[in-house]
C-alpha cells in the first residue's frame, strides 16, 4: 500500500488511491479515515451511503434546510404522543431504523409506548412484513407507486380543508407568488421572493418565518402584477400544488376508500400525526419526488413541534471530529480545498464525492453521501487504481454487480479488512485482519425524547470487550504503520485512538475532563436532559426562503430553471413534486424485484452464521426463497417451492433516462419461490443479502439458493439528488424446461 500511495504521489495523483468504507458503527473510527485521508491526499468514499439513505438527506434539506433535516430523516418525533402513523417502505419494528441514531436504542420502546397509547399505525409496502402484522392496517402498495398515494392524500387534505393553515401561512412558503405560466418564482428588484398582502392588497416580499401577517394561502385565486411593466399572472405555491393534486383523486387506487381514510386520520388527528416515507431511500427513480410528496403532506398537517408530531431536539453537544489540531501536528489545511463530509468530518474538494457538489450550479446536492457510479467509472479510466475496503462488500452489495466487478478487474491493488471471508475478501490482494468492533473503543452520540417529555442528550463508548484475537489490529493501526512509511510520521505520532481520540472531541465539546472516555467506560453513558420545549424557529430554517419549501426554490435556481445546469427543465428537479413515470414491467411473466431487510440478519455480515442462513428459520417466512403473489404464480403456472430462473431484463437504458449502465440485463439466475398472499401481484420480493457465493464454506455459497440482488440491478442514478434505484429492476420469471 505504502508503494503505491507513493508512486501515485509521485505522479500527482495520489487520489488513485480511495478508501471505501461502509457501516459507521461497526468500522474503526471514520473520523481517523477521513483525517488520514486529508493528510496522504488519497480518495475516500461513504460508498454505501449513497444506497442506504443518500438522497433522503438531500430531499430533507431541499425541503426543511440543514438544520431541521436531521430530524426528518431519522423521524425523530414525540412517540408517546402521537396518535397516528402512517409509514411507507420501513420495517421499522424489524430493522429498527426508526428515531434514527447507533444502535436505535431507544426505538422499539417508543413505538410500543405510542401504540400503547392509543395510536394507530398504517404501514405502506408491497410486501407484508413484520411490521406489517404488527401494525393496524397493511396498504398493499403497488412498487413505485407511494408518490401518487401521497399526492392523494395530499389532494383530499385540501379538498376536505383538513390542512393547517396557519402553518402553512407562518413556516412554509406556501403563500410565495409563482407566475403561472412559466412556473418560476416572482422576485423583486432586490431578489427577494414575493406574497401578496391580503390586508394591503399589494405585492410584498415574502416576510421572516413565524410571520403570517396579511398573508393568504390564495385557494382558488388568481393575482396579476407588474414587473418591468410586464403584466403577470401568478398564483400562490399552494393554489399550484392544490391544482396539481386535483390529477391524483385517490380512485386511483384499488383501495381508494382507505386512501381517504387514511387522509382523514392525518387530518383530523394532526398535529399528532407521522407521515413518512421510512429511512432508506432512493428505490426507484422517482423516489426523490416521492420523498417530496410526503414532506407537503406533512407541511399540509402542521405536525412539527406540536405534541404527537415531529419533534426538533433542541439541546445539542457540539460533538464535531477528534482530528489533532496544530500545532500538535503539522498544518494539514494548508494549501488544500477542504469540504464537509460525513460525521462531522472534512474531505479534499477534489474527491470524487465532491467535485460535481461544488460546481456552479451544483451537480448534486453536497448531502449526497456518495455517488458511487462516478468511482466505478473513474476505475474504468484508469482514474482510481487501488483500493481499500473497510466494513462494506461492494461486490455484493452495489448495484450493478457483472459492471462493478469489471471495474474492479482493472485495479493495480485491492485491499479488504474485516474479521470474516466475504465475497469481496475473495477479490482482494490483501486482506488485513482487523479488530471487529467488539475489540475496539468508539464513542457514540445519540439523543431522543422520551416518554417522560424530556430531551436526552446521550454520549457512550462502546468499549472492547475483549483485546483484538490473534494478530489483528484495528484498521487504525495498520494505516498509522503506512502513513509512517510514507513521510507522514510527524501527523500520526501519538495518536491514540482508544482513549485520547475520543477525549479531543469531548474537550472540543466543552465536556472534558467532566466527560473522559475513560470515565464513559468505567461509569457508563453520559446524560444531560432537558424539559420538551416547542419552537421549531429555535434555529433559523436553512432553506432559500428561510421556511419550509412546498415550492423548492434551491431546486428552481440551481436546477430547474437555470439554463448552465444539466438538469434544466428535467422533472426530477422540477421544484413541484411532479409525477415522475418509471419503467414497467411489459409481459405478463415480468415483474420488479424488490426486497427488504431480514429482522434476524445484519444485511450481508451475518452470511458466516449457519443458524441464521437456514432456509426456514422463521418457519412461515423462509430466508432464501423468491416470494411471489399465489394468484400470480397459479396464472402463470408456477407452484410453491419450484425452481425456475430469473432473468434481468430491465430497466434499459432507452426506458429510463436514470439508467447509466444496464449491463445487468440479461443475467439469469435459478431461484427457488414461495408463494404468498401478502405481496403485491407486480413484485417478487427477497430477503435483502439472502444469497451469496463467498467461496469459502457458508452455507450460503454452499446451497446457493439465495438470490443476489445487485447482480439483477442495472446501474441509475437520479439528477442532484443521486438517488441510485435500489429495487430498480424488472425481471422474467422462466420455467426451468424438462
Ligand atoms: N435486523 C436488521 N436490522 C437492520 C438492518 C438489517 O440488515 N437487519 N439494516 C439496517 C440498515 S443499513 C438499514 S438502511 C435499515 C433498513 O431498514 P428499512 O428502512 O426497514 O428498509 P428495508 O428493509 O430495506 O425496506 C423496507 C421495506 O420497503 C419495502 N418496499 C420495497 N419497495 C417499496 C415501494 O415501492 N414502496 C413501499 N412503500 N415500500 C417498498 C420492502 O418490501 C421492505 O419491507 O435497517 C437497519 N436495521
Ligand atoms: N439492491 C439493493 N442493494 C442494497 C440495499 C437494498 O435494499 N437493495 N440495501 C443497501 C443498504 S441500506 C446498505 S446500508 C448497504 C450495505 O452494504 P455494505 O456497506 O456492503 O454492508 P454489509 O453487507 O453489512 O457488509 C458489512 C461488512 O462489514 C463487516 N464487518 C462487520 N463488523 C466489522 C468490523 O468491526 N470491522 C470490519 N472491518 N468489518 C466489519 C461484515 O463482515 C460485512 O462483510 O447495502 C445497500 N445495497
Ligand atoms: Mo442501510
Redesign the pocket.
Known sequence: MATKLKQYKKEGHPEAFEIWW??PF???SMDFLYYWSVIAGSGISYL?GQ??NGDNMVEKNVTFGKNHSQTMLSILADWPRTKYTVIAGQNFPGTGQIHGGPCNIPTNSLVNDARENGCKFVIIDPKLTDTGAWCDEWIPIEPGKDQIFALSVANVLISEKLYDEEFLLRYTNAAQLICTDTRECLLNDKGNYLVWNNLKQEIQSLPKAGKMDGLSLGYNKTYYTYLKDKKIECKTAFQIFAEMVKEYSPSKFSFKDQVIKIAINLGKNKPSVVFSSGF?SGRYPNWFQTMRAFSIVNLLLGNFDKPGGYYFIKNEFNVSNGWPVPPEVPDYSKDKKLVPAPYNNMTLEYNIDQKPCYLKPRKYHPAVASLPWLHFQAMEEGKVKAILS?????V????NTKWVRECLNKLDLIIV????L?EFSDWADYIIP?A??LERNHLYYNKYISSDSMENLLLYMRSAAIPPEGNSKP?SWFLIQVAKKIGLEDYVENIDLQYKWWDKILEKAKLFPKVSAKKLIEEGPYFERYPVSHNLLFKPIETRSGRFEIYSNELAEECYFNPKSEWHQNNHVNPFPVEIEIAQPENENEFFLI?GKASWH????TQHSNYLMEYALEAGCPYMPVYINSTRAKELGFSDGEEVILECVGPRKDQDQCVINDDSIGYKDKAIIKTTEGLHPKALWIY??SGHEEKSNTMASKTKKGVK??WF?PTSATPYSAGVG??YSIVKINKIKG
Open positions: 461502509g457501516c461497526q468500522q474503526d454505501h444506497v442506504c432508506t473497510t466494513t462494506e462488500n461492494s455484493l452489495t452495489q448495484q479488512g474485516d474479521q470474516f466475504k482487523e471487529s468492533f484498521l426486497c445484519q444485511k450481508s455480515a435483502w443479502a440482488m445487485n440491478l435500489k429495487n
